[in-house]
């Protein structure tokens, strides 16, 4: 099935977010399927495929389809040179779409100050006003794009600019503001303070998303007046990282009824109160970000949460404190658990029944956060997984009770899934369910005769103390479902990462008699021994009589059977040690 590659019509700004990376990036649709992907998951899927050899096919339906790269225009080669360095003169003269398409496509950022940045946005039409990571564009410069532009932007974006001041930000707003809808200043420095949106508070009738995101130096009354002043409409704001925030600056939120998204991370001024009262004004939170708020309550933030917001999409508390078993069950069984789609509870204390909790009342999460939490343990995380197949991403760093070998396991389980991979390891072995009880997973079905023939059955079936404690730990695993996922978790885990190791783990469970022994003369049956004293005693009783012989004297009957009682009984010792040696060798589990 021919298909190929066109442009999606994407939501808001340009940027969606992809299904399998989870990333925001421009959006790639496949034909006839429809599906939607980043460019960089399709560059990976190009690159599978040309690798392993096989065709290229849609990870969600399957569905074959063939990449048509169509050669580069003269447009596209321009703006490819142009891409790390801007020419000097001669940029107004281009059109106004090649302009536009350079400063969306611009690596070096650095370029845009100057006469170079005033060329290149002279008379442009633009609905996002782009100048992030401009670390070199000064004040006076965000005054003269303000003139130079034909239309008022809608979204102007001067994240990580260094140099941006209050001053600058008037110059933008004073052209803008009557239709701006999004404004991003994260990383802004010591100029500015937040003052030219006091200014402008009143003037922004559609601004719905406001980012301040690391701005240290924005103070709690620019941010009051503002959020009064964009109630009706304000959606999204992010205030992480803003360290002067405080309890007033935050209540002020009760008045936006309307917000969506709140990020307040990092902000260690403020207490549970205040975001008690913003949750309970607004019931429409689909995202809330309070990571490292260090005197928040987590007991009292679930609370509220379970009460007041039914729609939570997105929650993170990491670094939150009190965050225990009955808070995480307490939001789990409510209307907001039913519809979790992320969940960041790192640097907690959750057990175990923590992710039973999110297991049977959060159907549809797929990602969760459980970084540095050490009382889970890897029986349960593996019990968790298992039973969230819906489930693309679960981050266990720095949790001493999981295993980097578990560590990796899980990431490629749960990385499979979003390629449509059937990663289920009781598929693969064909054995059960590891909720199944009485059901080994390691071994899967066989017949009576498979049983006898199987390593394992051997091994079971000998003598030896090896062989005992390995049946003993069969029927603990068959007797409680949990120790059955205990045991299918090692052996999987073995067997996707470890593969030479599992020879060693069959050298181990095999009996000491299948195995190669330092001393070949020694045998494993009673017949050898006998067989070695005979041959010692021929010999020791040829070197005595050529001893006696050399001598010259006729030896007695007698002294001949005492010499040759004396070396069978050298011969009998040395005999019993080897056969004391080979019992201690069958005794211990190692060969």
């Known amino acids: 099935m021919d298909a190929h590659f066109e442009a999606a019509a994407s939501p808001g700004f340009g940027l969606v977010e992809c299904r399998i990376c989870y990333l925001f990036g421009e959006p790639q649709k496949l034909t006839p399927c429809g599906h939607v992907l980043c460019k960089g998951c399709v560059a990976k899927l190009d690159q599978l495929s040309n690798a392993y050899n096989c065709p290229r096919r849609c990870p969600f339906c ?51 100050y100057g006469s170079k940045l005033v060329e290149l946005l002279h008379g442009l039409s633009l609905d996002i006003l782009d100048l992030e990571d401009a670390s070199n564009m000064t004040p006076e410069d965000c005054g003269m794009v303000a003139q130079i ?16 001041s209050d001053e600058g930000m008037k110059a933008l707003l004073s052209r803008a503001a009557p239709v701006l809808e999004e404004l991003n200043t994260s990383s ?29 130096h924005v103070e709690p009354e620019a941010v009051a007046a503002i959020v009064a002043g964009c109630a009706e409409t304000l959606e999204y704001i992010d205030l992480g990282g803003c360290r002067r925030m405080d309890n007033t600056a935050i209540r002020s939120l009760t008045r936006c009824c309307h917000l969506r998204n709140i990020n307040l991370r990092g902000l260690w001024k403020l207490d549970s109160g205040p975001v008690v009262e913003v949750l309970a004004a607004c019931r429409g939170i689909l995202a809330l970000d309070l990571t490292h708020c260090s005197r928040v309550s987590g007991p009292e933030i679930f609370k509220a949460l379970a009460a007041y917001s039914t729609e939570l999409r997105d929650l ?42 999110l297991q049977e009342h959060c159907p549809v999460l797929q990602r969760l956060d459980i970084a540095d939490c050490h009382l889970i343990t890897e029986n349960s995380l593996m019990e968790f997984v298992f039973q969230m197949p819906q489930l693309r991403v679960c981050q ?12 990796l396991y899980l990431s490629q389980l749960v990385a499979g899934r979003s390629f449509g991979i059937d990663s289920s390891p009781m598929k693969r072995l064909g054995g059960s369910s590891p909720s199944s009880p009485g059901s080994s997973p390691s071994r899967g079905h066989h017949s009576p005769k498979e049983k006898d023939n199987d390593w394992n059955g051997r091994s079971l079936a000998s003598g030896s103390p090896a062989s005992s404690s390995s049946s003993a730990s069969t029927a603990a695993a068959s007797s409680s479902p949990t120790s059955t996922a205990a045991s299918s978790t090692r052996s999987l885990t073995s067997h996707s990462f470890a593969s030479s190791s599992s020879l060693l783990l069959r050298s181990v469970v095999h009996s000491p008699s299948d195995l190669p022994l330092e001393r070949p003369a020694v045998r494993s049956s009673s ?46 010792r040395s005999t019993l040690s080897q056969t004391a040696e080979l019992a201690l060798q069958r005794r211990s589990p190692w060969p």
């Not at 266990?396 to 560590?407: A, P």
Request: glycine residues 6%.
């Open 396 to 407: 266990v760093k720095y949790c001493r009770s999981v295993s980097t070998q578990m560590q």
């Open 149 to 164: 532009l034909a239309t008022p932007p809608r979204a102007i974006r001067v994240a990580n600019v260094s140099l941006l």
């Open 316 to 357: 993170r508390v990491g670094g939150v404190q009190d965050v225990e078993d009955e808070s995480v069950a307490a939001l789990a069984m409510s209307t907001a658990g039913a519809s979790l789609l992320c969940v960041s509870i790192s640097r907690s204390d959750m057990t175990p029944l923590s992710l039973k909790a």
């Open 62 to 112: 399957r569905h074959d389809f063939e990449l048509r790269h169509n050669p580069a225009s003269l447009a596209d080669l321009c703006i490819g040179r142009m891409q790390w360095r801007l020419p000097t003169t001669g940029l107004r003269d281009l059109p106004p779409e090649i302009r536009g398409r350079i400063l969306t496509r611009l690596k070096n950022r650095r370029l845009l």
């Open 188 to 216: 802004a420095q010591e100029r500015f303070s937040g003052s030219s949106l006091q200014t402008f508070a009143n003037a922004l009738p559609r601004l719905m998303r406001l980012t301040l995101a690391d701005c240290v």
């Open 527 to 572: 017949k050898g021994f006998v067989n070695n004293s005979s041959n010692n005693n021929n010999k020791n009783n040829r070197n005595n009589n050529n001893n006696n012989n050399n001598r010259g004297g006729a030896s007695s009957p007698q002294g001949a059977s005492h010499s040759g009682s004396a070396a069978e009984t050298r011969t009998n």
